[in-house]
């Protein structure tokens, strides 16, 4: 095999994620969506070690049965030892993330139930650019912009550093009719406005090599953003009232790290789709105390928040109804 041609880029890839992150096992997962992405990644990891393909039927397209059939007889057919179809229920979608969210955690939560070993996701270059881009806009602060963990276990995603381009070049290399999501070209979604839109329209004005220099700010920050954690890990012991965080003690952390301890314990409380907006709300009930009222935040139980209050100088967590 050419080890310079698409395929051959693929699958060093794949074989240098695998030696630096240590996979253990001999077998792994891949998710497949029948898309070139994940086509051509599914192609070069089925001969590397033994391989089942997760397909994801999200059954918002009418012919997304036939189209996940499809995925499944490309599996068999590159080598996968099992082929599984899992049809999900997306269910409705949440004001702050829309359709595009809802089927991201739908989807999600089929493949960790369903995975055998380590998930490889077929994320490229691109779509991290993309990541970036969207943090840029929410103001969603650097955790955000820091993009998609190459290995987050159990996901894994070996083609961060590979363009879009390439995956679709290896699929012609080897013969592969991939699936064209009409979604990809629906410009009614953020993503694919970013995608079709506001990429090239960077790429012009500025020069080229607008991704690939997104992608190294994601990793810049994301080593940042690793060490800041640390430091937050290190200090909550010493801040920790029961179930609730000394506000004094808390006080006298880097704004940073006293962040990062917050959004922590409210992670370890049942936040979820936490913002940097209220994560400096929740902060300033340790740095502007005047004694006003809590800070509601999202909640991992349907149809319930939770407010973060300060009560006799600590930090606390309740729940309520929506």
């Known amino acids: 095999m050419d080890r310079q041609g698409p395929v051959g880029q693929l699958r060093a890839a794949v074989e240098a994620f695998t030696n630096t992150h240590r996979l253990d096992g001999d077998h792994w997962s891949v998710a497949l969506s029948g898309g070139a992405d994940s086509l051509a990644l599914t192609a070069v990891a089925a001969p590397l070690r033994a391989t089942t393909a997760l397909i994801v039927d999200h059954g918002l397209q009418a012919e997304s049965a036939a189209v996940a059939e ?46 055998c070993g380590p998930v490889l996701l077929a994320h490229t270059l691109d779509d991290q650019a993309e990541t970036v881009l969207l943090g840029l806009g929410r103001g ?11 290995h987050d276990p159990p996901w894994c995603r070996p083609l961060l ?37 506001v990429l090239p329209l960077l ?29 937050a890990a290190a200090a909550l012991p010493g801040v920790t009232a029961g179930s609730g965080l000394h506000a004094a003690p808390l006080a006298d952390l880097a704004e940073p790290v006293r962040r990062r301890v917050i959004r922590a314990w409210l992670l370890a409380g049942g936040a979820a789709g936490l913002t940097d907006k209220q994560i400096r709300g929740v902060d300033r009930l340790i740095t502007a105390w005047r004694g006003q009222g809590g800070v509601a935040v999202g909640s991992d139980v349907p149809r319930e928040r939770l407010i973060a209050g300060r009560r006799d100088g600590v930090l606390v967590l309740r729940r309520e109804p929506v």
Do not use: K
């Open 203 to 231: 790429e012009e004005v500025l020069g080229g090599g607008v991704a690939e220099a997104l992608a190294r700010t994601a990793t810049a920050l994301r080593e940042d953003t690793d060490f800041i954690d640390e430091l």
């Open 70 to 115: 499809t995925a499944r007889a490309q599996a068999i057919a590159l080598g996968c030892v099992a082929a599984q179809v899992i049809p999900v229920d997306v269910g409705p979608a949440r004001p702050a993330g829309g359709p595009e969210a809802a089927a991201r955690t739908a989807r999600y939560g089929a493949l960790r139930a369903a995975r």
């Open 161 to 197: 550093g590979i363009r879009r381009a390439t995956t679709h070049a290896a699929c012609r290399e080897l013969g592969l009719t991939a699936w064209q999501d009409p979604h990809n070209t629906d410009r009614r979604f953020t993503r694919t406005r970013l995608r079709l839109e």
């Open 140 to 150: 969603s602060g650097p955790r955000s912009i820091a993009g998609m963990r190459p």
